[in-house]
Structures are given as structure tokens and as C-alpha cells.
């Protein structure tokens, strides 16, 4: 137990806290900033299982926040959750690491939530979050709700049967539309929210249920500004996902976008109806002579024709880059992935 001494030597963990935090499974959907750092700080910290979810790659601009991403991992296009998991078995091999390559969705989402003590959002749009939300009522698994855009954070812890849920807040979360990619990030509000995140995680890990914070945490560290407010009377007894009558409306695929555009980027993801193996030799043959630049590595391949990139995934989800126009996407995907 000698590598984590100090954090046992801090009393409301101690050696019996350590032992229930080696125990515990965490599933962090999303490896982008707050997932990477989330992520890290649970591999240091002991964790027994982490499960990492994401949908997307490493580009250059996510290596200003991205903490456990290195250039080699921009440079070929790695996706998130393989090289997140690579770095953490650096920094941790005692701890068992789990990813997945994929969109969060109705059809998987119980499934990778399964045997999970506690969900971590580090996802950027609320599609997911909302997804995440059902399954987490509906299987009586707290998660911890974060956000951050520009200099500007949140938190907030959600609890089956004692807190509102997401769907009881959505109307009174202050975002107002922004995303990083219209107005930016700075990594030290991301390293902030995250920390409120992990510090809750480890209060939940090991029971310490005395500290625990009750309430939304809000913070502007570019302003200066700290606020921390009651959420309860926000509880609502007739909402669909936690009320007295729950329905998880979100867990129903109706509800899900097959194609949407991408929080803020010119980038718009087409998910097959149907899951299915993609042979990326076949793909690769009928498109490598014709492309502008082409690239394929075990997880993906991507491919440039004039100003749009195409990015295919094994289970023939693609990022068609160069539009937000859903309905010209659709015809790229059709006319090089079939």
C-alpha cells in the first residue's frame, strides 16, 4: 500500500477507505478534458476498474486541455478511449482499464453501465448526459454531472431516490448554448471542475456521506466568481426519469438522433441504423486511388476528398468534416462508405 501512503494517511480515506476504493468499478463516458483528467486522477488514486466510453479521436487542438494525450496520438489519429487507456496503464497497472470506441447510445449504454458503482460525465451535450441520467435512476447508480466552456464551470452530484435528477435541472443550467468551440476553454477550469468531480467520486467510493456536497457548484475562474446553490426544491415529483412514475424516456431509441452535428465543429456524425462490421479493406480499395490523403490505423480510417475529411469506425459510425449541413453528410457517407 506504500504508493498510496499519503492519501491513506489522510484520515477520512485511511487504509479502510483505500481498500474500498481498490474495490469499486467506475464508467467515465467521454475522454475528452474532463474525462482525461477525471480519469487519471482515479487511475492514481487506486481505483479498481475503470471503464472509459468515447465516441471520438485525438486531434492537435484537444492537446491544450487533454492531459493524457501526447502528439503521437494526434499525429495518428488515435482514438480517445485506446490511448487513454494506453497512458493510464502507464501511470497505473494495478488498475484494470476497460475502453470502448463507440457512441453512447440506448442500445449500449445499460450494458456498459453494468456492475458500475459511479458514472462520471465528461461528455459535451446533453443528448448523452440525459442518456446517462435514465440509466442511472434506473439502476440506482449516482453520477456526477460536470460541465466547463471558456473560463466557466459546474458540478453537481445526482443521487437516486435523494437528489433531482438532470431532466428535473434542464431548464435552469446556465450554459445558454456556448461550447468550447464557439468561445473557447482555458485547461485550469477544466482541472477544476474535474477535481470537484474526483473529490466527490472518492466521498462516494468510501462512504463518507457526512461531506458530501448537496449542492450545484458554479465557478468563473477568469472572474473570480464562486457560487454554491440548494438545488432541492427542484425535485420534481412528476418527472418522467425520477418521479414517482418513471418512464427513462431517453432510453428509448426514438428519442436518439441517427445524425447530428458536433458540439460547435464543422463536423457532423452519421451512425448507421443498424450496428455492423465495416471490412476496412474493401472500404480502403474502393477509395484509397481516389482520395486526397488517406490514413488507417487498427481503430479507424480516414480519408480527404477536397474539403471533406471522412473519418470511418469499425462499426460503420463515420464523422464526415467540412459541413454541419445533415443532409449533405448523409450523401458523402453514402457516396464513399455505401
Request: hydrophobic share 40%.
Amino acid at each position: 500500500m506504500e504508493r498510496y501512503s499519503r492519501q491513506i494517511l489522510f484520515s477520512p480515506i485511511g487504509e479502510k477507505g483505500q481498500e474500498q476504493i481498490r474495490k469499486k468499478h467506475i464508467l467515465v463516458v467521454g475522454a475528452g478534458a474532463l474525462g482525461t483528467a477525471n480519469a487519471e486522477m482515479i487511475a492514481r488514486a487506486g481505483i479498481g476498474k475503470l471503464t472509459i466510453v468515447d465516441r471520438d479521436y485525438v486531434e492537435w487542438s484537444n492537446l491544450q486541455r487533454q492531459q493524457l494525450y501526447i502528439e503521437e496520438d494526434a499525429q495518428n489519429r488515435i482514438p480517445k478511449a485506446v490511448a487513454a487507456k494506453l497512458h493510464l496503464k502507464k501511470i497505473n497497472s494495478e488498475v484494470e482499464v476497460h475502453s470502448h470506441v463507440e457512441d453512447v447510445t440506448s442500445a449500449n449504454i445499460e450494458e456498459l453501465a453494468e456492475g458500475v458503482d459511479l458514472i462520471i460525465d465528461a461528455t459535451d451535450n446533453f443528448e448523452t448526459r440525459l442518456l446517462i441520467n435514465d440509466t442511472a435512476l434506473k439502476h440506482e447508480i449516482p453520477w456526477i454531472y460536470g460541465g466547463c466552456v471558456g473560463s466557466y464551470g459546474l458540478s453537481f452530484t445526482i443521487i437516486p431516490h435523494e437528489t433531482p435528477c438532470l431532466h428535473c435541472l434542464l431548464k435552469h443550467i446556465p450554459f445558454d448554448g456556448m461550447t468550447c468551440d464557439t468561445v473557447g476553454v482555458i485547461s485550469p477550469i477544466v482541472s477544476m471542475v474535474a477535481s470537484h468531480q474526483t473529490s466527490e467520486a472518492l466521498k462516494l467510493l468510501v462512504g463518507d456521506e457526512e461531506n458530501r456536497r448537496g449542492k450545484l457548484v458554479s465557478f468563473d475562474l477568469w472572474k473570480n466568481q464562486y457560487s454554491s446553490i440548494n438545488m432541492d426544491r427542484l425535485k420534481n415529483n412528476a418527472c418522467p426519469t425520477c418521479g414517482t412514475n418513471p418512464v427513462y424516456p431517453y432510453l428509448t431509441a426514438e428519442m436518439e438522433t441517427k445524425a447530428a452535428v458536433l458540439c460547435g465543429r464543422d463536423t457532423v456524425q452519421i451512425r448507421p441504423s443498424e450496428t455492423k462490421q465495416f471490412s476496412f479493406a474493401q472500404v480502403a480499395e474502393r477509395v484509397k486511388p481516389l482520395a486526397d490523403a488517406f490514413l488507417e490505423n487498427p481503430f479507424l480510417m480516414s480519408f480527404t476528398f477536397g474539403e471533406h475529411r471522412i473519418v470511418l469506425f469499425k462499426d460503420g459510425r463515420a464523422l464526415i468534416h467540412g459541413t454541419k449541413d445533415i443532409s449533405e453528410a448523409k450523401k458523402i457517407y453514402h457516396r464513399y462508405v455505401g
